[in-house]
């Protein structure tokens, strides 16, 4: 069948995105080979919003059937980025080779020498997708992505909360002021002034609460006898698929190797499995966090590896 594409076009687009990602989870299996519909929320209300802040209509791509249903989404994490999603129905190679055209053409960054750089994420098992990027000149990058995965039929393993300390959804007033803060030291250890700066005006984290899948009783903190934050988890809860993603996951420095992102993540669990969920995810690049998560029943996983020319 023939399909036509097209940018991003407004909110009726958004919507359609939205129903999209939620339609392809379960066809392919509940495996990553798309956008969880919760990524789609983090990175419109958070990454890009915040962060990078490009128009979607000059980077997202949509690919539509004669009855313009949705059959495909090209959409970047991160400039110079793009990611390839195909609903099951409609996977193969030459749609695959003439979004990696697209991509080449919208989303490609240009470096400070000028030359224009680009990285596509493909699921590892995409074997065929993999060789037509090769057959491009891409080359595999380093640190792909491992969208670990694990049921909720399974029990939670208790995890015991360091002294003094307490687990709990995250409050409002000064205490979102004290959650921003704990996220800039846990993801900036070596610069104060950008937790200073979380701080002190806290509309991105605001941002992050009008996401339509955020919900206040599954921002989950760690408090500290002194009533800081510090360690939190957001858990991203879609009742359509009844499946939950964890975004982000983190603790302050200062209170590292007290078990604390263990507590928080079963926290969440356990509030998951009371809604009905059936299957959670959280995302890991590295070796520790890798670690840390698989503890926690993330034992499967899905290797997103970058290519990239």
Known sequence: ?????????????????????????????????????????????????????????????????????????????????????????????????????????????????????????????DIACGDALAREGYAKGLWPESMRTRTLEAPITPVALAPGYTVRPMGDGLELLDRCYASGLAFHANDIQYAVNNRNDVTWYRNIQTAPLYRRDLDIVAIAPDGSVTSFCTVW?????????????????????????????????????????????????????GALYASMGFTDYDLLVPWEK
Not at 37 to 64: C, G, Q, S, T
Not at 100 to 112: C, F, G, H, M
């Open 1 to 125: 069948m023939t399909l036509t594409s097209r940018p991003y076009q407004g909110d009726s687009d958004f919507w359609r995105i939205r129903a999209f990602l939620r339609e392809v989870l379960p066809l392919n299996s509940f495996h990553m080979n798309s956008w969880h519909l919760a990524r789609f929320d983090y990175w419109w209300w958070h990454v890009n919003k915040n962060i990078h802040m490009m128009r979607p209509e000059e980077v997202i791509w949509l690919w539509e059937d004669a009855n313009n249903k949705l059959a495909a989404l090209l959409i970047p994490d991160s400039p110079g980025e793009g990611f390839i999603n195909i609903h099951p129905a409609y996977h193969r190679l030459d749609l695959q080779e003439e979004m990696i055209i697209t991509a080449q053409e919208k989303l490609a960054r240009v470096d400070s020498d000028g030359k224009r750089h680009l990285r596509i994420w493909v699921e590892e098992h």
């Open 237 to 289: 809860f879609d009742d359509i698929t009844r499946t939950g993603v964890f975004e982000p996951v983190a603790t302050v420095p200062a209170h590292q190797r007290r078990g604390l992102g263990k507590a928080v993540m079963a926290e969440g669990l356990r509030r998951l499995q009371r809604m009905g969920a059936t299957r959670a995810y959280v995302s890991s690049y590295s070796v520790e966090a």
